[in-house]
């Protein structure tokens, strides 16, 4: 794997291979709802796409993004932090407005999803597939069944949630990884070894959490969190709220340029920190997910991976060490406030987010601006307003799984 980019990559898709997907999802595509259907209609279209960028290879964005694909598809292939831009989008007279949403029946209500067809979900799974990757369906999240996320304001909600950092709210939202909560631990026997490297354990968790060990234990092996390896937001409807990217070289510049040593930094590498699901994880919410350090280091000590949710409460010390327990408190201030890469997500432009760290595949976080009264009233056709919009899709590494690549199969 490359090493990790500084700043977020930006290319741009030429409008010849934009209307060739553009034109298959119109017309092949037309009839079938990718919320249900299976991933052979995404194969199908993934080939088609790499086979018109193998054609404009010449082109220096194109070339780029052939690579950032080949890579994806090694043996122990990640995914580089890029936006691609004059992607395939939802036009303007597609879009239904927010005023009847109520709320995530999104595959089978067009009020729900807030428009009438498919082009930016259709995408996702289409460039999900192409760089190596498996969508996954969050069984709680915004109802559990959805293949992909409408990231837009419910107006039954406004009242509780304008200025909550919620992927359905409109207040700021700190910087954070996605699905933080999950873990590859099988029983009590994992957790308490895990626990033990940590230099903590269950009783200390319990304490500090206001839980009985046996809630923990529980929470924790429930067995209802989800692994996500890439992250990829679609730009649908938006005016000037940007979304917030932060790398690992630029966090750990803003960790030293802040007075955190090299020690400080191993320490936090060897910290144990307890991740809570979040508001909109239904039936798991507030549960104890994961319980990790919140950052990774590579063999020379550089900072390569994280594993952060700076939202209140969503991210808890759980050592005994008031000293580490301080120093926490310190790096989670330095990362809601961290240098970022800012992003307007705009219709056809797609955010690709690393999310998870594996195989030393570096990871990013990711976060928002709070929304402005314009992003609830955004005139789109026949007098109607819609909010603020992005469709996001999470996935699963097919290389991290043990799979064959995608390219492979062609």
Known sequence: MPNPPDVLINLHLPPSIRDVVDSYIRTELLSKNPYFCDEDNARSLAAILWETLAAHGTDRDVAALIGIIEVANSIEGGVLPYVLRNGPQDARDTLLGSADRVGYDYGENPLDRQKTGFVAEWFCWCMSTLLNHDAVIHPAEHGGKNRFHLISPIPAADESLRTVGASTGGGEFPQHSDAT??????????????????????????????????????????????????????????????????????????????????????????????????????????????????LYLGSRGELLGSCINSAPRRMIYVGRN???????????????????????????????????????????????????????????????????????????????????????TL
Request: glycine share 8%; aromatic share 6%; with cysteine.
């Open 181 to 294: 909560v999950y873990h590859e631990m099988r029983d009590r026997t994992d957790l308490d070894r895990a626990l033990t490297r940590l230099g903590t354990d269950v009783d200390a968790v319990a304490e500090i959490l206001e839980r009985d060990p046996d809630t923990i234990y529980d929470q924790v092996l429930c067995g209802m969190f989800v692994r996500v390896d890439m992250t990829i937001l679609a730009g649908v409807l938006n005016l000037e709220t940007m979304t917030h990217v932060a790398l690992p070289g630029p966090l750990e510049a803003h960790l030293r340029a802040h007075g955190l040593s090299s020690g400080d930094i191993h320490t936090l590498a060897n910290m144990p920190t307890a991740h809570l699901a979040g508001p909109a994880d239904g039936d798991i919410s507030g549960y104890v997910g994961n319980i990790c350090p919140p």
């Open 322 to 408: 008031p000293e580490h327990a301080r120093l926490f408190e310190r790096f989670i201030d330095l990362v809601r406030s961290v240098p970022v890469s800012a992003v307007l997500m705009q219709p056809g432009d797609y955010l690709f987010l690393p999310n998870a760290y594996f195989y030393e595949n570096s990871n990013v976080t990711h976060g928002r601006g709070q929304l402005s009264d314009t992003e609830y009233n955004i005139p789109i056709a026949n007098g109607k307003v819609g909010r603020r919009i992005h469709c996001r899709q999470y996935a699963v590494s097919r290389s991290r799984s043990g799979l064959p690549s995608f390219l492979s």
